[in-house]
């Protein structure tokens, strides 16, 4: 009786709203079907809504708020890094304090955790090298959760500017997946530039290839979607081949199980929140009670963000060790 009741005040406050206002929210059946894409969330809908009331609905709550804001949110980490970067203010690069929690004082890897709280010390290192590559990895993901905050905000405008939203997501995916790359294996490799070449070339030729048929007018098909997930995954495959190259090379580094340690976190980030998109579970349990709050995208917004992060505290790892070790 009390689900039959709280059903009917959610319709009637449905209902309410579409009296009320010029852009009511909707229900899933009352989509145009270019939004119909998860059945489980069954209210809460922005369609076919202005641009300007579009984007005043980033501070009012339906079924995409917080997919906004839980990549919106990794955008501003990302960028107040950047600052702290560019300033080479240490004690907020290094934010995460992971000295403190990942390494404690009787660990063999002791001597990492002297290395990673050094970033404590606002004196710059005392070799000198350079960090294009890892604003390279800061800017793509920027640009990654703010091209997914500007899908999830303004798709709701019109067919044509979902179709060109959706386009610009997957490309800020694959554009944050090339900049991974990018500082780990030129620190790693900094000694051997032929395999930093090679490595770095590849990669970039990918990259192109990828967002090339990410931005192609072809239609989202599921012959398209199979190519896009084909690209992510061999995007992905092709980092195994310089990770264990990479780990052949510095077998006595002290600092190699570390950077391994976040490469791994970062990689279990990435494929559980994989899991919670593909699998749409918890809606998928119990359609409609997570509209606003719980459903997986927002999950898998979450776990790639923790992931992007771990990928970041395992590339100041090498950029410190690259800083303080030389060639010779």
């Known amino acids: ?74 955008f501003l980490a990302f960028l107040l890094l950047t600052i702290a970067n560019v300033t080479h203010f240490y004690l907020v690069a290094d934010f995460l304090q992971v000295s403190k929690w990942a390494f404690s004082s009787n660990h063999p890897l002791n001597n990492t955790r002297q290395m990673i709280s050094s970033y404590m010390d606002t004196t710059p290192p005392p070799i000198e090298v350079t960090r294009w590559p890892l604003f390279v990895y800061l800017g793509g993901s920027m640009f990654c959760f703010v091209s997914s905050s500007l899908c999830h905000l303004f798709s709701c405008h019109s067919h ?77 495959l092709f980092g195994v081949i310089p990770t264990i190259h990479a780990t052949i090379l510095n077998w006595n580094a002290p600092q190699r199980n570390a950077a ?40 898998f917004h979450v776990f790639v963000v923790m992931g992007a992060l771990a990928h970041y505290v395992s590339v100041l790892i090498l950029y410190e060790y690259r800083s303080r070790v030389s060639c010779e």
């Not at 929210?25 to 209210?43: A, F, Q, W």
């Not at 899991?275 to 927002?298: A, I, N, T």
Request: proline content about 4%.
């Open 160 to 236: 044509h500017l979902n179709c060109r939203l959706t386009q610009l997501d997957y490309t800020g995916i694959a554009v944050m997946i090339i900049s991974s790359f990018f500082p780990s294996i030129y620190y790693i490799f900094q000694c051997n530039p032929l395999w930093q070449f090679v490595y770095l070339g590849i990669i970039t030729v990918l990259g192109i290839l990828a967002i090339g048929v990410l931005l192609s007018p072809t239609r989202m098909s599921g012959k398209y979607r199979f190519i896009r997930t084909l690209i992510f995954v061999l995007m992905g």
């Open 260 to 299: 391994l340690g976040f490469e791994s976190a970062m990689g279990f980030f990435y494929l559980v929140g994989a899991m919670f998109y593909v699998s749409r579970v918890p809606e998928k349990w119990k359609p409609g009670w997570f509209d606003l709050v719980g459903q997986s995208h927002q999950i």
């Open 1 to 74: 009786m009390r689900g039959e009741t709280e059903e009917m005040d959610e319709t009637q406050f449905l209902e309410l709203s579409k009296k009320m206002n010029k852009f009511p929210l909707l229900r899933y059946e009352e989509l145009p079907d270019y939004m119909k894409d998860n059945e489980y969330i069954l209210n809460y809908y922005r369609a076919e809504w202005s641009l300007k009331h579009a984007f005043i609905s980033l501070f009012l709550c339906h079924n995409e708020t917080l997919n906004v804001w839980t990549h919106f949110i990794g």
